[in-house]
Structures are given as C-alpha cells and as structure tokens.
C-alpha cells in the first residue's frame, strides 16, 4: 500500500465524530490530516524501500538487534501495528493449550495483516462504569465489552474501548479484556478484531495536543508534527465472525493478551522517554547557552539533574535488553522489572526534568512573541532585536528554541505527552504492582538473613 | 468608569499586536475579547458598589483585614493596579530621602489613577539580551531599557519590557528597573509611567494559555475564564515627562522598585495557590467519587499528600500575616521569608498536585468526549452512557470533572498558569535566595551552640 | 521535691532491668544516671524559682502564652508530666458524660501529682502482637494490655506497654488504650494511672542513643544531655484501686485519650523541630564557615534549601498556634491540621536536613579524631594543626564542630533523634490520615466546582 | 601469608593512635581487633584456596567476569588493596609518557605486594585547610601533601590524609594527589607509596561504627561483622626513595591517579549499595511478615518504592558494564556515567528506603530488649511473649529482626555507613559533576533540534 492507497482505504464507510459532528472527509479535517499525511509518508518511504518495512515489522532476536529496533525513527502510526502484532503472537503461545484454534486464527490474521499492509489500534481500556465494583457486579452491565448474543457463525459484541490512539486512521481494531476475569464472566472474556468500518462501530475523538489552528508551525514545532486524535470507541452490536473471534469464555486466560500488550507499550514508552529525556537535556543547554547562562552554577546544577534522570531512565532500557527473555519463537521480550522499573521512574519524574527546563528557560518560554510578529514590517526588527542575545544568536534563533520549550512542557501538546507517558500502559500504580510481582522478594529475605549472619533455622 | 466607558477607553490609539499582524478592534478580537469582557464587568460591579471597589483599593492595616482582602475574589485585572499602587507607595517612602520629587510625583499619580479609575500594568523584565553581562556590558545598548535622551521637559526612553500581564487592555504602564543598578549605570536607573497610547510604545501579544478556538466552554472551564494576553512592550523612543518620573539616575535605589513589586506579587502568587491548591484537592476527591474509587487506599494517600501540600501551603499564608511588618504609612506588608519560603513550595510542588491529580482521574482526563459529543442527536446517548458511573453519577456530570482535571493540568492553560506560578515574580532561584536574605542566620547560628552547650569565646 | 528527694525517691523497690540484668542502684547505673541527673537539676531549678515550676505546669489560654510555653527550654523529662496532666484534663471533659466519676478520680489524680511534685510516664503502645489481627482475635489475649480480674475495690490488669520514655525514671505511668475499641473488647478499654514501683510492674530498658561509654563528652555534646532510655513496661497482673481508674469498659470513649495525648505529644514534636532545623542550619553554616566554604554556590543553594524547609515548619507551628482551639476550660489546644501537617513534613524531610548537612561538612564529620587525641602530647599538635582551616579558624574549634554534626546526624544518637521524631505520635501514615480527617474536603469540593463556575444542582 | 603471619606483620614499630592514646597491642585493641580478625580469616581463607585469592585479585576481563567478580563477597579489607592495585594499573598506562620511570616503579611495586601478599590503604584526600583557597594559597603550606625536601636517593613529604579506612591495619599507604594541580604547584604533584611503619608516620583512628562495647553481637548483627576504624594519617617529614615514586612534579598529570582510583572506588560503592539496597527490602519483607502487615496496602506500597530504588540502582550496575569501557591492557573498567549516575541515585535516595523501613518495623525498630533481656530468667520469658506475634513467629525470633532494622538504620553502624556511602569517592556534588562530564552534550543537542524538524545552519 502506497500513500495514495492509504488515503483512499480510508473512505470505506466508517462511522467517525470530531467536535460534536460526524465527520465526513477525514482527511481533510484538521483533527485528522496531519495524523494521516504522517502515516501516508510511511507507506511511502516502505514502498520505496521494502526492506525498511521488513526490518521493521521483524521482531528482534539478538540484544542488538533489540538496540537497532529501538532506534529505529518510524511514525507512532507504525508503532501501534507493531505492538499489536507482537502482542497476538507472544498471546497465542500462551492460550493455544485451552483454545487451539486461537493460535490458527491468530496466524491467519497477522498474515492478513501484513498481505494487505493494514494499521491496527489497540483496543484494551473497557469504560468500567463503577471502578469499586467487578464487570458483573457494574448497574450497566455493558460498562465492561461483553458477548450479547451468540450466533452459529459468530458472536455480538457491545461495549467502549477508551483512549484509543489512531482508531479513526487504522484500518483494524485489536479488541482484548482490560483486565483478569472470574468465573461467572465468561461473556467479558472476549478477544478479537474487527474492521474500523465494520457496522455498529462508531468512533467518537478529542485532538487534546494540537496547536492553535492556524499557527505558525515553527511555533509548535512538536505538536504540529505529534499530535494524534484520541479515540472513544464504541461497539454497539458488533458482529464478528468466528476466524476473527481470539478468545472467547476463557477467563482464566482473559488477562494474558492484556499482559502481553502491556509489556510491548511500555517498552515503546520508555524508548520514547529515553529519547524524550535526552532531548529535554540538549533543549535545556541549548536555550541555557542562548540566554548566556550555561556557566552559571545553579543552572549548570540544574542540567546535571536532568542528565543523572536521563541517564538513569537509559540504564534501566539497557538492562531490560540485556536481561530480555527468550520466547519459544526466539524473539527477544525486554525484562519486565527493569522496564517497569524504569517506566515508573520515568513518568513520576518527567515534571522535573519539565520544571527545570522551564527555569532554565525563563519567562519567555510562554510569552514569545510568535515568528510571524518577527516578520510583521512595522515591529518585527524590534521584536528581534529585543529576542537576540548578542550579535552571534539572534532573535530568531532564539525565539524558536522558546517556542520549542514551550511546546514540549506546557503547551497542550506539552501537557497530552505528560499525561500520556503518566498514564499509557496504566498510572504509576500499576507498574508499580508489576515491579513488585517480578522482584525476587524470597531471594531478598535470604540476603538479609545472610548479611546478618543469621539463619533462623540454624541458629 | 463603568463597563461601557471602559471599552471605550480602549480605543485611544494603542499599538496593539497579535498573531503577527496589528489589531484594530481589540475588543472584537478573539484573544483579546474574554479578558477585556472579563473586566468590564468588574468595572460594572464596582459602579454598583463603590464600596467594592474602596475595600479592593484601601490596602489592610489589621490582620483581619489582611485575611478579608485576601478572601476577595477579585477578578486577576484587577490585581495588578493594586499591586503597581501598593508597589509605588511602598517604594516611595524608601526613596524620599534621595529623591525628594518622587514622593510627590507618586502622591500626584496615584491619585489621577483612583480618579480616574484607571488599569495599571507591572513592567518590569527588561529583554537583558547577553545574561551574563549587566546592562552597560551589553552590544545592544538597549538591551536593558534606558533613558537615551534628556531634555528640559523630560527623558526619552527606549528597550523592552518582556512578559506583562494585562498590557494590552490596561491605560497605564508602570516601569521599573528590573534590578539593582551600579554606578554607571545611571541611565538603566529609571522609573516612571507611560500610558499605553503614548507615541512609541508597541505591545506584541501572544496567548498561549487560550482554549482552542470555537470550543465548547465546558470542556475548558478555566482556560475560559482565566487566560490573560501576555504582552512584550516595546518603547521605541518614548517621551516621559517629569511629573511622570519616579526615579532618574539614583543607581542606589534602582532596585527599590522591583523589591516592593517582588513582595506584592508574590503575596497575590501565594494567596492564589492556596485557594488553587484547595481546587485540585476538591476535584481529586470529586473525580475519585465519580469513579467509585474513594474508599480505595493508594487513591486516599494521594489525596492525603495533596492535602499536607496544601495545608503547608496555607500555613506559611497564615504566617506571613501574622508576622506582617508594618510600614510607616500603617499598611501591613506580609512577613517576606514566610511568603517566599511557601512561594518556593508552592511551585516546586504544584506538579506534584498534578500529577496525583491526573493519577486519579485516569485516562479520561485527557481522552474525554467534547460535552457537544455528548449532545450529538446519533451517537451521545452512547457516550453519556458510556461516560457514566452508574445511575446516580451520569456520563455528563463525570464527563464535566474530566473536562475540568484536564483544563486545570495538561491544557494549555494548565500549562501555562503552571508556567505563570513557577516564573511569576521570579523562578524558584529568586525565591531561594530572598528566603536566605531574610532569615537569621546569625541567631541559627548561637542555637546550634547553645545546643551544643558550648561557647566558644568561654571555653 | 528537690533534687535529693528525686533521687531517693526512686529507691521505692521499682523493678528496672538492662543489659539482661535486674538494675539495683539506678542512679549509679551508666545508661539511667545521667538521665537522673538532668531531671534532678530541673527539680533544683523548679524549688528554686516555683514561679517557673508555675509557668511551666500551666497550660496557656492565650496565643501569647502558647509562644511563651513553646519557648521554654525544660528538660524533656518534664515534657511528658506536661503531656500527661494535658491529656488527662483534656479527656476528663469528653467522658464525663458516660463517665461521671472519671472526671473526679482525674481532678483528685491531677491535684495529688501536683502536690506530690511527680513526674509521669505515658503509657500507650500496647505489644500489639499479630497486627493484621483486633485485640480479640489475637492468640495471646494479652497482646493489648487488658482487665483479667475484677474486684470489689478494682481492677486487675495484664500486658505491656512499649517504647515508653522515661518509664523508669519517673514515678507514675499513665496507661490508656491505644485505640478506639469495639463492643466485645470491654476489657481493653482501660485507663488507669499505676505507680512505677506497683507489684507487678517491671521496666526493662534500652538505651539506643547514649554516646560511647567512657568518650569525651565533647565528642558527643548531644548525645551526652539527650540520651533517654526507653521502658518496656511489663504489667503482670497489677492491682489498680477504683480511684485511679479513669476509664473502663465504655468502647466507645476508647480512643478520646489516645487522641488528647497525641496532639500534645505531636505538639511537643513539632517545636523540638522547629527549633532542631534551625540548629542544623546554624551548624551547616558554621560548618561550611570552618571549611572557609561559606561562599560556594552549591553550598549556598543547599542552606537556602534547609532553611526554606525550617520556614515552612515553623510556618504550620505559627499557623497551630493562630488557629488553636479553645476548650471549655479556657485552654488553647494547637490546631491538629496544622501540628499533623507539619509534623508529617518534619518527618519526611528530616533527612534531607541531615543530608545536606553531612554533605556541607564533608568526611570529617565521621572520621575527625577525639578531642582526647588533639590533646595527646606525642601527636596533639599534629592533629590540631591538620584539622585548622587557617589562623583564625584553629583545629580545636573546627573540631568540635564536626564532632556536633556527627552527632546530630549519624551517631547513635542522631539515628535515635530521627526515629523517635519519625514514629513518636504514630508514624507518618498516622500523621497522613488525621490531617485528611481534620481537613474540610466538603469546602474543597464547593471551591472546585465555583471555580469551574458551575454548580451542578443548577446547571 | 596466613592469619597468623597476618598478625604478626603488624607488629613492625607502626605508630597508631586511639582514643586519645598510643596503641601498644593492635591485635587486642577493641576498636582493632574485629576487623584485624576478619582480615586474618580472609589470609587463611586464600592460603587454603589459592585459586580464589588469584581470581579475587585478577581484574576481569570479560562482562562475565565482571558480574562474577561483582559477586565475590571478600571481606570489605580485601577490596581497598585491589582498588589499589587497579588504580596503579590504570594510571601507569596514561604517564607512562611524561614519566617512563613510573611505569617500572609500578610495576614492581605491584609485584612486590603480591609477592608479598601484603594490604594497602588508599591515601588521597588531604586536611586541605581552608577550602576555598589553592594548595598554595594556604596559609599553613602543608594543609596538601607535599614534597619537602629532595635528596639524592629520594624524597621526604609532609602533610596528612584523611578518611583513611583500614590504615593501621594495612602494610602499605598508597598516596596520591587529591586532585589537579597547576603550574607552581609541583611540590604538591606527587604520588608514591610508603610502609606504615615508615618513620614519621602516624595513625589516628576513631571507630564511629562500633557496637557498644560488652553489648550481644546478636543485638549489632551489621556492626560486629562491619565496623572498620578509619585513620587520620600524619606523614610528619617521611622519606620515599625514589622507586617508591610514581608522580613528582609532572602537575599536569596529578589528578590522573585519583581519577583512576574514583572509578574503582565508587564501582565498589555501587556494587555494595545494590546489594545493600536488596538486604533493605528483604528485611523490610521479612518484619512486615513479622508485624502481621504484609497484607496492608501502605506496607505494601512502601516495599513497591523500595523494590523500585533498587531495581533502579541495579540497573545502572548492569549497564555499566555491558557499556565498560576495555582499557589497553584489555582490562575492562566500568563506564564511567552509568556508575556515577548510580552511585548518585543510591546515595541520594538512601535515606529514602531506611525511612520506608523504619516506618514498617515500628517503634521496636528503636526500643526492642535486648537479647540478654529476652534470657534474663526473671523477665526474659514476658519479655518473649510480649515481643512474639503469634505461635508461628515468636518473640526471639521478631526481637532480632528488630535489632537487625536497627543497626542497619540508626545506629551508630547504621549512620556510619549511610555517611560513608553518601560520602565516598566524593559527595553528591562530585557525582554529579562527573555524570555532566562523561554525558553526550553535543549528541543531545543534536537530538533536540531533530526533534524540532529544525536545522539552524539550513533553515
């Protein structure tokens, strides 16, 4: 699929909202357009270049491999196929013993996939209605996606997945339990795919990082290349077919998919936080030597702060390689407690790296004027003159590299990153509890007993 | 004045400047508009109630007071004339000895701007071009605004006054140096104040903490009420008459000015994180209600941390007025260590607040449906559905919270009142310096060798 | 009672162990006589100056006595008589309507201490064995002290009460429960006040904090006035006559002494703080003097950082006493939100203050030789001249002054201050939950929703 | 040499002080005798299995190797002499130019000690006087180590070193230059190695980590097993020959050596914190366990902060050294960021996991009997029963648990432990100069304007 094909794969009936209306021409909305051209690019650099694509999509069997695949610089749009194709494959392993036909339906969907060149969403974050109570236990039994109806050749699914990044741009939608279920919630313990234009599927989407319409690009350099639509999805009495259908009844096995995917969306976000970290860092001593203060004690105290956060949110990547698990196919999985570990890490600190950044900067990193007042005639030169340094950094230069500060913490693109890396693969809580459940805590106990020269059972 | 009158008064000439091109109809002008509605409608309550507006304009002689006129919920307009007012009689008394003239000429402007019933902005950051330099060591000259020409009626002034609040919709600009000056550096040592259409002054606008243009004003209820044009101020060769001056050339004095602005701005800082502080405690705990998760434990320790922030918060307001100094006119000025001290906590932490706060509201807080989705005649049934927690919480009400953490966090304007907290009246720098400046070191000192029970110069 | 009359006071037949032995000669006894002794001198400062003795056992009822009160340098042993006769006037009010004779039997309890001039032990922490488990349900019915026997003149009682200070050098133990009881655990609802030398009672001791035995008590100038042992209180079936039973059985008023005596105790923390943060500041500016480092920019910035955290919890004691309550007797008690706001702080940061402190100090802190050594004749005035920064700063002074922040910070002593800071008045969950219970969550909720202007019983 | 040659080397003249006197028996000295005990077993530990004194002193050639030897549990006298051999090792390669005599001189040296099977301390920070001036600025010219005298044969040196662990109980001092030194400060540019015996050479020692004297090893299990004096070192006119001269006079190589020697140094540090960080938590584990409370959500919350830290620390650990650096000998050393970054986290946030511990033992963590009490046959058996928790965890076993928590946190061990890994190989501030130093600034920047989509030289 080249880039205009991709376009046009998009016009295929589906049922899209942005604003509060239905949207007809989603390429050409300014909620969607950038996103899509982004993704269309891509297929055009793929279809130029086949063995990029390949590369790509080929999980890593070797640490470095696992390097190279991390840093690779393919559009978000990608990453979101890659991680679904990687989640199907490491899950149908694991659920072939009580479901075999899921392992077939899985390895005729992702040839499909990959025939056609398709871009997945992931579906998980169910709506969860009352989150103190169970899917079972919810007033609307449909807070959870469920099994309506059964039918010879399939089933009937209802329900919402939230927060779904590129649902209105892919082409599949990957569809797994938020969670583990119990006993008595077989209907919940529903995995499978279905066509973004399947009927009964409507999506529902907010654009929180976008720029000011119509600004000046060079004024949000980040967002205006970023920026995806969020998508509310919902299913309201989805048909899908049995060779679709990845599970269905299996509660005990309901949290695998869940699990799988969550490692793979953690690993994309701390390789993004790495690279994230390290930017904000060469961003701080950028705008630190352009105010002329990159000698200053306090400031050059503050870089290094940012550098040992940096460094140490790279540490826990390079441990989550080295220390990777083999699964039975050979493909490289990264460690769980040191991505974890370092995801945690990462998101509960962001907002220093954020504020130092910002007090490097200074007030003008909100309240630069916008490159367009430096080009106005009557008062640009002014404008200039009053954003420059000294002869040798102008204010130009220096005025974008306000705008870039601004855009990368608190401008809404700044802010949706924020929110995104904190709550992406669940909050702090949640890799929190899965740091713990991969620690050794037993091994833990023996070394305290044996620093203390202690063995309860001897002694 | 009243609000008629005062939109009026905007169209006196004024070089306004927004999205790179000049405006012409401020009032109409959609960055410019909201505010401008915002304080025609103070003017219109205080015509209703001249006592209002004594009360918002006498400064507090009695604790009582202190804690009355902080409980005001004035709009922020207001805030800065009572500021610059309280700033010039502040300063003037310090530098009647010097400056003779200056306490008359203060006594004669503070005077026309009540009878006129007139806006005052604060400008005081210069551009400062190379920060490693002080303004004479500069290449541009101007780099620090200075008095470039005298003659016998008055100065002439030219530079920059960056980030200034209101500037655009206010009558009057009051400029002051933006630090200490040294001997040559006479001309750097001006203050004085220049209404907004004189000849000369340009002010280019930028607005970046707006919510996006034609939304819904649910989904930003803060950014709606709250976001405030910032202005960078251009004197191009302005002319000041005497009787406008305020100081000229006593380089002693120079930071006597941004010293008095310091304390008053920082006290509104204050006085606005405490309540703000509250706001984020109050809708933690209503979004953690809407989701059924109140009872659960790491969601109360987020909220019991949050409510020690700002309790901290609070105590250090209590005591920066109970300790208030009293000036020779019987003002009370709040205690400066307590209120920088919890001004340096307030910012250093407000993330903090934040992120707890985005932790427990979830994903949503960012992938919200608009409230016009919500209204959609096909699909809002479905959201509202879907957005809901059970029967007794519906999906508008829940969805309205959402909209509300988001516009308060990750927005534009929560980025950018962050943004404003953390740099406003200085960053964390400044206020780390002035909270060592006025502690007793001295008397720290003789504790610690009292605890000791030692005297050095005895034993 | 003077200071002989203490002493032989305590030959009252009391059954105090340490070091795994029955202590015969307590006064004589390394780990409890120089306790004895400071607690002597206060006895001989008091029968000199009984104004003082007045000033110090009244409670204050004005916010100037409260600052007097807090500034009043008594011996710790003192503190916890204070405490006790607080809480014991505090309670008597709120169970005298279920209780009536347990207002007399405290106001004749209270008269008759005063009288006899005794000082008090407070009795609390019970052994609390399987702490996942109620008083109840443990296997060892004793594991919370308990009523096992009663008589027509009392009550016969069993358990132990731990971590209490001063338990052996004093001459009366005030025992209360520990927490609120349920109906069904009567027996644990007792509250009693026992003589320390009662048939049945023995105090086994430790003692964390002393300095070396036999160091100079210049090298530890802390330690050596500070160091107090702490009692584990065995009560083995003990008789307590029915005038000193001040509660029992009545579950519901459980809680009400626990409750008195932790806001006094918490209280009495929060200005041992306060005035403990400001001695760690006097000594890292001293310190970073000796070291001639008083002008380095890192150094600098990390005093600004300790004082900025003792401003801010003298700021929640400023607000305690602002807001203190008055009770029905005239007293004012310290606002709780404020002294558990603050005391949390102080806790949590502790170490940072510490941290700071050994940083600014470097090495020496821990390895400077005894002040024996810079005597020594062979090797004296090598040392002396080594540990010198320069003429006016010798090798003695600066001695000294590592020898004290050694042990403020990380000698036995200084590791004992921290702990009891940190867990004395419960630990830092306790401090976290009473401040969200004193905290008005209800006003927050409204403040959010004015804030977003909409009320949604309105709109 | 074994144990018992090992005691009889110190017998050799050496002049050590203690306690404010001359130590005539170091080998029956209380504040010598453990350690010299635990380094005599570790002689005859290698007598009996030459292999692993080959491969504890062979350094590591390979990433296996690396970890292997990371796991080596030598006692901790061990460590300095390889530290020591490896920093000569090292350090010849990069003056082998200005100083080809160095390279020979090293070399026998290092054969010697091994011939010799000797120990040596490490001697490199000096008294430094007053700290804001230059060895040559002081007042007093010996406050930096310095060359005194030069005779035909070699050279005599004044000055002292501090912070030295294991002095008195080494054979060897190896002294370096604390840091660079510049032209005019040749005297001061020298490293060589003397005996301890060495005339002139005194040793003052203090002992801050040892248990109390007398007290039950089971009431210290960390401090009996640990404490290691640390010498103050006074070279009062001590001759070196000349092939016992590695530096001398070549200034722009002076910090070469104490460069070499931080890495080993602080990859010691790390390596002892990872695994020190582990025992926390496996102690936190085992007395939550022990407390009935491992169930309770903020227990569990504060082990998941801990497991975090250490999963952190060690993350850095294992990317130092898949990214060690091979030096020319093939020698691998470990990359010098990740281990400065790790050793800054860890310190930094070590009293972070001896907070989260103490608040999970509880009081008794402070005031548990001792184990002597808990035999006493009056008392010993309620003292048990009080300190038990349920049938299954009694009270012998729960008490030393708490003792454990204690001597790892606030006692006198505890504090000096912490203090020495705060200040080991340099405080928090030299960390985090050398983690600015090794980082990629250039690379970042670079990576900033990618990020942008902004070439500055193109656009």
């Known amino acids: 699929m080249d880039a205009r094909a991709y376009r046009a794969s998009l016009n295929d009936g589906r049922r899209v909202y942005a604003r509060g209306e239905r949207v007809t021409d989603l390429a050409a909305h300014p909620d969607f357009a950038p996103n899509i051209e982004r993704t269309a690019e891509v297929y055009d650099r793929f279809e130029a270049d086949p063995e990029a694509r390949e590369a790509f999509f080929t999980p890593p069997t070797t640490i470095e491999g696992m390097r190279h695949h991390a840093a690779l610089h393919v559009d978000s749009a990608t990453h979101t196929t890659y991680s679904s194709l990687m989640t199907l494959l490491t899950a149908a392993d694991r659920i072939a013993a009580v479901r075999p036909q899921a392992a077939e339906a899985v390895a005729a969907y992702v040839a499909m996939v990959r025939d056609k060149d398709l871009r997945i969403a992931e579906c998980i974050t169910d709506a969860k209605g009352d989150r103190s109570r169970p899917p079972s236990q919810q007033e609307d039994k449909d807070a959870y996606l469920r099994v309506v109806e059964r039918r010879p050749d399939g089933v009937v699914i209802r329900g919402a997945k939230l927060h779904i990044s590129l649902a209105a741009s892919s082409h599949e939608l990957m569809v797994i339990p938020t969670k583990a279920m119990k006993p008595g919630e077989e209907d919940y313990a529903i995995a499978c795919a279905v066509p973004v234009n399947a009927p009964g599927v409507s999506i529902v989407n907010v654009l929180n990082a976008a720029p000011p319409e119509g600004s000046d690009p060079r004024d949000f350099p980040f967002a205006n290349q970023r920026a995806v639509p969020q998508g509310f999805v919902i299913f309201d009495d989805v048909f899908v077919p049995h060779e679709r259908i990845f599970l269905d009844g299996e509660v005990k096995q309901a949290a695998v998919f869940a699990h799988s995917l969550g490692l793979w969306v953690r690993t994309s976000s701390m390789i993004s936080m790495c690279d994230g970290f390290d930017v904000m860092v060469g961003l701080a001593q950028l705008i630190a030597e352009a105010n002329g203060l990159e000698r200053v004690d306090h400031i050059r105290a503050k870089i290094s702060e940012m550098i040992i956060h940096s460094t140490l949110l790279r540490a826990t990547l390079e441990a989550s390689m080295v220390h990777a698990a083999k699964l039975e196919s050979g493909v490289l999985a990264p460690s ?105 805590i037993e091994r833990a106990k023996r070394m305290a007993f044996d620093a203390m020269g202690w063995s309860p059972e001897r002694d």
């Open 336 to 440: 769980e407690i040191y991505t974890n570990a370092g995801k945690y890490h990462g998101a509960a600190n962001y907002m220093v790296m954020v504020r130092h950044l910002l007090d490097i900067a200074g007030g003008s990193a909100i309240t630069a004027p916008s490159m367009r007042d430096l080009e106005n005639e009557d008062i640009g030169h002014l404008v200039r003159k009053y954003m420059g340094t000294r002869q040798s950094i102008d204010g130009a230069y220096r005025t974008r590299l306000f705008h870039a500060v601004h855009d990368l913490t608190t401008s809404a693109h700044g802010g949706a990153k924020y929110a995104g890396l904190l709550m992406g693969g669940g909050g702090l809580y949640a890799q929190n509890i899965v740091t713990r459940m991969r620690y050794d």
